[in-house]
């Protein structure tokens, strides 16, 4: 392919053999499944995905790079090629007609990471499981555990949505250009149920935003404006929690329970 992959699109092509094989297979996908796969790229993954799923449904927004994977896979019965940008697609009505649900996977651009986890989260009537090359960094962010150094409110956002796996991590060297960051591979379930109602998620990521930003203070003093003295104070008695707690040593649950009180 005469190409020079353009930076300003996180253009990192994934080249290694070994290690596409060993995405696929942490996929696990069976032949009855709907792939939406995020940043086709040269189709490298696609093609990989295809031999496994029913049906790929590959977004690229390089228009030049989707004639070619159109081109690519004219043959193939399995591959649509939509040449669009993923934050800008409606993705619950563009996919209202499957009756089942989607496994989303991608190597995107890891400058929008944040943006592309929040708008498939937006969407998650739609998604069984999430697969995503980050960079490795921002995957410990994403799976940490509370009481860990990289907890915070990002582990907590997305173990509100989900359940967070990192799987494996990725050499820079088995991408072309290579990066100057490594990757992991890291799976999201989404999970089913959400016990709040839209007023008290707000307050709840309020709560956890508020907190986090002065991860140093202790919620007394950093939620000050957030929730009453009252309400904190219920709160510690009701679950024996210390006064001088710091955020990242509240679990998500905990965080459900201060903004439910
Ligand atoms: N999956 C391929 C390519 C990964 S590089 C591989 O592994 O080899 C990331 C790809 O995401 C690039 O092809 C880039 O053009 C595409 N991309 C960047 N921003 C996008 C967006 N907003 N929507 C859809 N695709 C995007």
Redesign the pocket.
Known sequence: MHFKP?KS??????VDKNILNKIVNACDICSRDIVLE?????G??TEFLAKKAKMVYA????NF?CEVIRERFAQSKNIKVIC????KMDLSKKFKFLRRKMVVVG???YY?STPIIEHLFSSRGRIKTVFLTLQKEFAERVVAACGSKAYGALSCFIRYYSHPQLLFRIPAGCFFPVPKVDSAFVRLDMKKSFRLSGEREKMLFTIIRTSFNQRRKTLRNSLKDVISADKLFLFFEKYRIRKDIRPDALSLQDFVNLSLM
């Open positions: 353009k699109l996180g253009q990192n092509f994934l995020i940043g086709s790229g040269g490298e993954l977004v690229e927004i390089d790079l669009a940008d993923i934050l190597n995107i651009p929008i």
